[in-house]
């Protein structure tokens, strides 16, 4: 009967920890499997790129002629967003397939599935959930090295 006090209050201790808060900073897959998007966070923002694709392929639906030979590889997607709440964000996404970019919203819904949304004018919307495959150990990028001093 010892050991009742003790248990109590482990379980005490347990039940009033706060729990630790998700990360939408990580890796992500696609619902379709045909891509993984590298999401990092600085501060309240987020950005993603696309970090792996099943098909290589080219932004040659770009409106930019431009940019049509660039690889999506490393292809920045999510663009601009905010925090708008607890785990939720808002920005613009960019569509490769098609070249466009929309308005968008992404919600945490819990440490592994995270919802993504496009909005066209507001009102006709889509989404899917991506799937955490991995986490980023940072989040911001690091600072580019400092050039060598210039020799006298």
């Known amino acids: 009967m010892k050991w009742i006090p003790w248990l109590s ?3 005490f201790a347990i039940t009033t920890a706060p729990a630790q808060s998700a990360s939408a900073t ?4 696609v619902a379709d499997k045909s891509a993984r998007i590298a999401i990092h966070a600085c501060g309240h923002r987020l950005r993603g790129t696309i ?4 098909v290589h392929g080219l932004d040659d639906q770009n409106p930019d002629l431009s940019k049509r030979h660039r690889t999506t590889l490393g292809l920045p997607i999510l663009i601009g967003m905010q925090s708008t709440g ?3 964000w808002a920005g613009r ?3 490769a397939d098609n070249g466009k970019t929309y308005a968008a919203k992404v919600k945490l819904l819990s440490p592994t599935s ?3 949304e496009g909005c066209v004018m507001g009102i006709l919307c889509g ?3 991506w ?5 980023h150990a940072e989040d911001c990028p690091a600072s580019p090295p400092t050039p060598p001093a210039p020799k006298q």
Request: proline fraction near 0%.
């Open 86 to 88: 607890l785990d939720t």
């Open 131 to 135: 799937t955490k495959v991995r986490e």
């Open 114 to 116: 995270l919802f993504v």
């Open 127 to 129: 989404g899917e959930t």
């Open 93 to 95: 996404i960019y569509n």
């Open 9 to 11: 209050a482990i379980l």
């Open 26 to 29: 990580g890796e992500w897959l």
């Open 51 to 54: 970090a792996w694709e099943r």
